[in-house]
């Protein structure tokens, strides 16, 4: 158990919906990542967080966002859902989010838009 | 970010040693070297990391080049539990970015 929760674990949603996947970081941890996973694209930077800024930001769609409170929590917000969305979604956590941290990654959300 | 490149598959015996190399030819001077292994059908896992010096822990080792244009996994004794995708990163600036990984294969 890394202790990066993720909920929920399985969603399936109709094309042109919008969901919102949760991420609860390991206790201590500023700083929090999102990754998607599909089969074809392998594990897909998306955005990071620290402290409840954003920090860094990868291959994310206009149609994604994502935001981190006050508690460190974070929520990646997905719209306009097409087919090409579903993947496997990735939190992961560290303690500062810099170089020389190790990430703790959560079991994900698997994400099937029908 | 600095690209890594990974053969894309291994194959090992149990109870023997494993040596997973990477590529970053790429990297900047200051840039982390990380390594993750994701197990089927769970999240990547944090198996090592350094910048310069040969690293250990209990899980691996990481003996990285001189130049650092490449670094090499070792898993002292692989087990069935050992079988995964693993993946060399470079951390650059705030982004943890994975390429392909080698899938690792490991005989009985």
């Known amino acids: 158990d890394s202790g990066v929760t993720q909920t929920p674990k399985h969603l399936i949603t109709a094309t042109g919906q919008r969901v919102t996947l949760r991420c609860s970081p390991r206790?201590?941890?500023?700083?929090v990542y999102w990754y998607q996973q599909s089969l074809d694209q392998g594990l897909q930077f998306l955005i990071q967080?620290?402290?409840?800024?954003?920090?860094a930001k990868g291959n994310i769609l206009e149609r994604f966002s994502a935001q981190q409170f006050p508690d460190l929590h974070s929520e990646l917000n997905l719209s306009s859902l097409e087919l090409g969305d579903s993947a496997l979604y990735f939190c992961?956590?560290?303690?500062?989010?810099?170089?020389?941290?190790?990430?703790?990654f959560g079991q994900g959300t698997r994400l099937t838009v029908v | 970010d600095a690209k890594t490149t990974q053969p894309n598959s291994m194959e090992s015996n149990e109870e023997e040693p494993v040596h997973l190399p990477c590529n970053h030819s790429?990297?900047?001077?200051?840039?982390?070297i990380h390594w993750y292994r994701q197990l089927p059908s769970q999240g990547p896992e944090y198996v090592i990391h350094?910048?310069?010096s040969n690293v250990n822990n209990r899980m691996a080792s990481l003996a990285i080049a001189e130049d650092r244009k490449s670094s090499t996994l070792i898993l002292h004794r692989a087990t069935l539990r050992d079988a995964a995708v693993y993946y060399c990163?470079?951390?650059?600036?705030?982004?943890?970015?994975f390429g392909q990984g080698t899938r690792l294969t490991i005989n009985p």
């Open positions: 992961a956590s560290s303690p500062r989010g810099n170089k020389n941290t190790e990430a703790f």
């Open positions: 206790s201590g941890d500023l700083s």
């Open positions: 967080y620290y402290n409840g800024e954003e920090r």
């Open positions: 790429t990297i900047s001077g200051t840039d982390y």
């Open positions: 350094g910048l310069t």
């Open positions: 990163t470079s951390q650059g600036a705030q982004k943890l970015v």
